[in-house]
């Protein structure tokens, strides 16, 4: 028994205290390491979507083009922002007249249309979005051929995945216990 400030700890107890900060460990790294992989992959995603409307402009006033063009970035959500913040072409028809100053998750991205960068781009946190609450991670970048917004939206599976395994319930539920 290993004796620390006067508390008997067995050698098993303490190398499956060990294990449990280990699994810890690597689990931040490994969720480090998907979400690094995940922003860089959308952003690529959000800033080709922009590159084909600024060329074709048909893409951003058909429906099912945009669709279409979701499909084929494999994202969930193509969203198309005007210079005053409303959604003026999107994969979703429900979501075009929405305006982005009317919630707390897509206000943050009326800073690219007041930004002049033309690489200006914002790769939001996965939390509720304000036209449904459902759970979004979203990726907006600044047009470059007008003023506006392209902005890709997804599930955040992978990155939900990867936390929910770095909770000290599943951690703990990996370890038998005596």
């Known amino acids: 028994a290993i004796v620390n400030d006067g508390v008997y700890i067995t050698p098993t107890f303490y190398t499956k205290i060990e294990q449990v900060i280990h699994t810890l460990e690597s689990n931040r790294t490994e969720l480090e390491l998907v979400k690094k992989n995940l ?12 590159y084909v409307m600024d060329r074709q402009e048909e893409v951003v006033t058909d ?4 669709q279409y063009l979701a499909e084929l970035l494999n994202v969930d959500e193509l969203h198309v922002i005007d210079e005053t913040g409303i959604i003026v072409s999107s994969s979703v028809s429900k979501y075009v007249g929405f ?3 009317a919630g707390n998750q897509t206000r943050p991205f009326l800073a690219l249309l007041e930004s002049d960068d033309e690489g200006a781009y914002l790769i939001q946190e996965p939390q509720p979005n304000s036209a449904e609450g459902k759970i979004m991670q ?29 909770t000290y319930n599943y951690i703990f539920s990996m370890f038998p216990t005596d």
């Open 138 to 166: 979203y990726v907006g970048v600044a047009r470059r051929a007008q003023k506006g917004v392209v902005q890709v939206g997804f599930v955040p599976e992978r990155q939900m995945e990867a936390q929910s395994r770095n």
């Open 63 to 66: 429906v099912s083009m945009m």
């Open 99 to 101: 305006d982005m100053k």
């Open 39 to 50: 922003d860089e992959g959308y952003l690529t995603r959000a800033k080709a979507a922009a």
